[in-house]
Structure formats: structure tokens, C-alpha cells
T-cell receptor, first 114, second 110 residues
């Protein structure tokens, strides 16, 4: 009954370093999403994957890349971290059969870039 | 572009009160509307999901309604408890992408 699992839970990076945030879901959902949440700015969509093999940009994609490795896994990569990328990152998944929906979220990764 | 607004941003009530949280959206062509709860430092927990063809959903002390024509949803919490203190967010889904409101932070005082 894991749902959506994100790793790591916390990370501190130096400016310019790279890292990959991992996300896996065990609900056989088609769609997966990466959001960032910042005080006063709410949840903003970075990238999403409507189905295995596809990825699309969201509202704030600059500085990020994603990989939909298989149906279960969707990773987010920061190639050269910047202080502006300090945030809490959430992965979510959703069933997209017909018009069914509803998101399940992971517990988040709290990232600090110094 | 969908815009989702939640008013008020913060609400404080005494324990036992019934209360209503509001969510409005600008694009009524939604697939569904979902309500979440977020505790400080935690992820989002889904509370209720209302499909576009539905008018309301209920779970325990929670009841969510949807009026697509007016672009509104409400979350009704009956007999509030201190454990209900959290931030409540709504999300409107348009063709596979959800737009989130900024949330209402609820404090229930014992």
C-alpha cells in the first residue's frame, strides 16, 4: 500500500551541483507529475508525463529535465542547481482512463540549494 | 488558462463549529475537482474527488459540492475538531492537468 514514493526526503546542494529526484508509484497509474511548492506561490507544475514514453513541460520547466523510465517511475533532474530552485518538490500520479482522475501525492523532497 | 481561488486564506474557528471552505475556478470545462488536506511539512492527502458529472461527494464529516456553471466548489466540515487544523487545497482538472488554489489554512481552537 505504498502509493507514491519519493526519494530522497531531504537534500542540500551547492550551487552548480546536479541531482536526480526519484519517484515511483505502484498503482498502475498512467500519468505522473512533478510539482514544486513555494511559500506564497502555491503548487506549480514543472513537468508531467501523460503516459509511458511521453513527457511535456508544465508551468515552470526551466532548469529541469525529466525521464519517464517506465510506467512506475518518473525522475526529475536538476543539471546545475541554483538557489532559486530551493523548494519542496512533490511527485504525483493519476489514472487517466477516460475522464477518471484524482491525484495521489508523494510525501515530498525538501531541497535547499546554497 | 484556468485560475483557482480559495477564500479566505485563513480561518480560525472554535471546536464544534460547522464550517465551509470555498473554491472558485474560471474555466468550467473541468474533468473533476479534488480537495486535499496538507499538514505542515507534509504532503497532500486526498479528501474528496468530485467528477464533473457529480454534484457532491461525502466522506464522514466532510461534504464537497460542485457547481460547474457558477465555477464553484465548497467543502463543508461538520463538528470541527482541533485535529482538522491544516491547510485545505482544491484542484480543478482540465484535460489531465490540475490547477491548484493557494489553500485555506484552518485553525480549530479547543
Amino acid at each position: 500500500n505504498a502509493g507514491v514514493t519519493q526519494t530522497p526526503k531531504f537534500q542540500v546542494l551547492k550551487t552548480g551541483q546536479s541531482m536526480t529526484l526519484q519517484c515511483a508509484q505502484d498503482m498502475n497509474h498512467n500519468s505522473m507529475y512533478w510539482y514544486r511548492q513555494d511559500p506564497g506561490m502555491g503548487l506549480r507544475l514543472i513537468y508531467y508525463s501523460a503516459s509511458e514514453g511521453t513527457t511535456d513541460k508544465g508551468e515552470v520547466p526551466n532548469g529541469y529535465n525529466v525521464s519517464r523510465l517506465n510506467k512506475r517511475e518518473f525522475s526529475l533532474r536538476l543539471e546545475s542547481a541554483a538557489p532559486s530552485q530551493t523548494s519542496v518538490y512533490f511527485c504525483a500520479s493519476s489514472e487517466r482512463t477516460g475522464r477518471k482522475g484524482g491525484y495521489t501525492f508523494g510525501s515530498g523532497t525538501r531541497l535547499t540549494v546554497v | 488558462k484556468q485560475e483557482v481561488t480559495q477564500i479566505p486564506a485563513a480561518l480560525s474557528v472554535p471546536e464544534g463549529e460547522n464550517l465551509v471552505l470555498n473554491c472558485s475556478f474560471t474555466d468550467s470545462a473541468i474533468y473533476n475537482l479534488q480537495w486535499f488536506r496538507q499538514d505542515p511539512g507534509k504532503g497532500l492527502t486526498s479528501l474528496l474527488l468530485i467528477q464533473s458529472s457529480q454534484r457532491e461527494q461525502t466522506s464522514g464529516r466532510l461534504n464537497a459540492s460542485l457547481d460547474k456553471s457558477s465555477g464553484r466548489s465548497t467543502l463543508y466540515i461538520a463538528a470541527s475538531q482541533p485535529g482538522d487544523s491544516a491547510t485545505y487545497l482544491c484542484a480543478a482538472d482540465n484535460a489531465g492537468k490540475s490547477t491548484f488554489g493557494d489553500g485555506t489554512t484552518l485553525t480549530v481552537k479547543p
